[in-house]
């Protein structure tokens, strides 16, 4: 997929926080569980209702609901885990997830960046670390990921390999430390 100059070393390879799979995992759950708590609800008040409802048709939608809810799950993790940016000693690389068979890939040389600004957005981004970084390039671009764990330390390093790669004719050694 993505190849390494002979002189590029990967200095680190960030996801999206785990943070944002909360949402729709809680969702989903929750959507889940409420036709089978309607079963049961209804099983209370009227025993003749609950034999219509679970019926073959019932079980065969009940069933196709949990489908699409698993299918659904199963898109946003597969998105969460193809959503990548690596940084090297001489290029960062965005791989972006836009749609099951759709893939963005796009790069720009360190020796491009700018600026590099850290905005955590909100209480849990603040509590739990995680925040949206944005690199500005030489070519008036910005690029932006969302959600990255310990930003502000991923902001550093994106500065310092800049530093490193322009100080250094674009290659550098990364420590083992």
Do not use: C
Not at 23 to 34: D, E, G, M, N, R
Not at 97 to 116: A, C, T
Not at 142 to 147: E, Q, T
């Amino acid at each position: 997929m993505i190849t390494l100059r002979n002189t590029e070393r990967v200095v680190t390879i960030m996801h999206r926080h785990w943070a944002v799979l909360i949402l729709p995992i809680v969702s989903t759950l929750l959507i889940a569980i409420i036709p089978p708590a309607m079963l049961l609800t209804i099983a209370s008040i009227s025993p003749f209702l609950i034999v219509a409802l679970s019926s073959t048709l019932g079980l065969f939608v009940l069933t196709l609901l949990w489908l699409i809810l698993a299918a659904t799950l199963l898109t946003e993790l597969v998105f969460y885990w193809l959503d990548v940016w690596i940084l090297t000693n001489e290029r960062v690389i965005d791989i972006e997830q836009r749609g099951l068979f759709h893939r963005e890939i796009s790069e720009f040389g360190v020796e491009n960046i700018q600026d590099v600004t850290v905005e955590t957005p909100t209480f849990l981004a603040t509590m739990l670390h995680f925040g949206t970084i944005t690199i500005h390039t030489a070519g008036d671009k910005s690029f932006i990921v969302r959600d990255v764990p310990n930003a502000d330390r991923i902001r550093e390093l994106i500065i310092m390999t800049a530093r490193q790669a322009t100080h250094h004719g674009g290659t550098f050694q990364v420590g083992t430390n």
